[in-house]
């Protein structure tokens, strides 16, 4: 994990790059927001839904007070409010259906909080697509959900319509994470049910009754226990995000400034394999990541069980096969056909940039009278070189991305032999413990050697797994490098050989490249 000084260099060295590309306000936005983010350092949360749905209201009813927010039927929220709630920022925003500025505004924040409160209400149309399409991008970023919903209608929250109001959420995330392919998004969501009008007026008049009657204890406590599980962890993760997408917008003005249409179109496919590069890894690390923490118990479990030396190691050998490398493979399949994919889109938008010029010749001919036919004669010479400077470029790429289809694969088996070696020592050492263990005839002895056992067994079976990830994580890198760095230099080389006149702001992306988190 980068430091504080790395932080404040890296944003330095980003507002040098790019102050003449975007306005001092926006500089100073950009390097306000890190400044704040690392001063505090504490999570962040940000109160989300349909306008109409009760934002305000529920805001007022978690502070105990009617003028904390504004309320209304219509979206009165048009900026961006803080409060500090038990010590943490929570913030109040436009409506993801509210005017189009306000919504921007929305979305730009979304990227800066850790804790989404994605609040909808009963009495409207809680079920249209468009609520779920942006639940589901809310978890893909990896952001920790809680669907608030504003029971307006009053119903008892044990009641039969509660049920099925719940199922209906229920199933509509199903299908939404069906559509978007987020297996069992139900279980990267929580969900409370609050009466927020309620709730405010218990706690205004000081009714116990209401308050309880509101259930906003419950939403109280699932805040906290999200705030709880938020480390610096996810409030790093935050920052690395927004740190990215602020370079990547400003890449975006550089890609727009250079006017070449083929330098244009291979800066567009540098940024693209770059930010591929960045995601593919993500995912990756991720997969493995989830599996380990599977892997690490079926070893404890065999431990504790007093399995053999044999089936231990049949336990590896089938969890690798089955529950990790089928997955990983499947995914650098997914990796190489992407790739191939955009390579030959790149391929059909050269040529048919060149069919332009071929057309801009006929008409130059047909047409004796143009007065700027020496240079049009001068700029169709140099496309044309261009053209078969990108062609013979593409056939290289390609040829490389049939390489690398098979690449991993050794890869993997000189990972899995150099891990094999580790795993051996780790058994051997566990299974000499759980002899000595056997060997104890005193019960008060025999009793402290169990209790050292299963130490033993817990401490190890997570040492294993961190050496294995530690192993898979740095061939992911390995392989990841190989791929993408060759097809990312041959394209950078044939950037700088198609103009030159935009050296210095293809200087300034790639010193932004190098600073991404």
């Known amino acids: 994990m980068i430091n504080q000084n790395d932080y404040k260099e890296i944003v330095q060295d980003v507002v040098k790059y790019s102050r003449e590309l975007v306005s001092d306000s926006e500089l100073n936005k950009f390097q306000k927001h890190v400044e704040n983010k690392l001063e505090s350092f504490k999570p962040t949360l940000m109160v989300y839904g349909t306008y109409n749905a009760g934002k305000s209201t529920l805001l007022n009813a978690l502070f105990g007070k009617e003028e904390m927010a504004k309320t209304g039927d219509a979206p009165e929220t048009s900026t961006i409010s803080a409060y500090i709630y038990n010590g943490y920022t929570i913030y109040d925003t436009p409506g993801i259906n509210a005017p189009q500025e306000h919504e921007e505004v929305t979305t730009e924040h979304l990227k800066k909080c850790e804790i989404i409160l994605f609040v909808i209400s009963n009495d409207g149309s809680f079920e249209e697509e468009y609520i779920y399409k942006k639940i589901s991008e809310i978890v893909k970023s990896n952001k920790p959900l809680l669907i608030v919903v504003n029971n307006k209608k009053g119903n008892d929250i044990d009641s039969k319509e509660t049920i099925q109001e719940i199922n209906k959420i229920n199933i509509n995330l199903s299908k939404i994470g069906d559509q978007e392919g987020i297996k069992n998004i139900e279980e990267k969501v929580s969900l409370v049910i609050v009466d927020a009008l309620t709730a405010l007026e218990g706690k205004i008049e000081n009714e116990q009754e209401l308050i309880e009657e509101s259930n906003i204890f419950q939403l109280e406590m699932s805040i906290n226990k999200l705030l709880d599980n938020v480390g610096s962890n996810e409030v790093v993760h935050t920052l690395n995000i927004y740190i990215n997408q602020y370079i990547d917008n400003i890449i975006s003005k550089i890609d727009k400034q250079i006017d070449n249409p083929e330098l244009q179109k291979t800066e567009e496919i540098l940024t693209f394999l770059e930010k591929f590069k960045n995601k593919s890894e993500i995912e990756l690390k991720n997969i493995i990541h989830k599996k380990m923490n599977i892997f690490e118990s079926g070893i404890k479990e065999r431990f504790l069980n007093d399995s053999s030396e044999e089936e231990i190691y049949q336990y590896l050998e089938s969890f690798l096969d089955d529950e990790l490398i089928s997955q990983i493979k499947l995914k650098f399949e997914a990796i190489s056909n992407e790739l191939q994919l ?90 000499g413990v759980y002899e000595i263990h056997q060997s104890v005839s005193s019960h008060n002895k025999e009793v402290e050697r169990q209790r050292q056992y299963v130490l033993s067994a817990k401490n190890k079976s997570a040492e294993i797994a961190d050496k294995l990830k530690d192993d898979l994580f740095s061939s992911i890198d390995s392989i990841l490098d190989e791929i993408f760095n060759v097809l990312i230099q041959d394209f950078r080389k044939a950037s700088f050989d198609l103009n030159k006149n935009y050296k210095d702001l293809i200087m300034i992306k790639d010193n932004l490249l190098e600073l991404k988190i």
Not at 367 to 395: C, G, M, P, Q, R
Not at 415 to 424: C, I, N
Request: no cysteine; glycine share 4%; aromatic share 8%.
């Open 342 to 431: 955009r390579v030959e889109q790149f391929s059909e938008d050269m040529k048919a940039i060149n069919i332009g010029y071929d057309k801009i010749k006929i008409d130059n001919n047909e047409n004796n009278a143009l007065e700027s036919s020496s240079f049009i004669e001068d700029t169709l010479k140099e496309a044309l070189s261009n053209k078969e400077l990108v062609t013979n470029i593409t056939k290289e790429v390609l040829l490389k991305l049939r390489e690398f289809k098979i690449l991993f694969k050794g890869k993997w088996e000189k990972t899995l032999g150099k891990y094999a070696e580790r795993f051996a020592t780790a058994v051997n050492v566990l299974v």
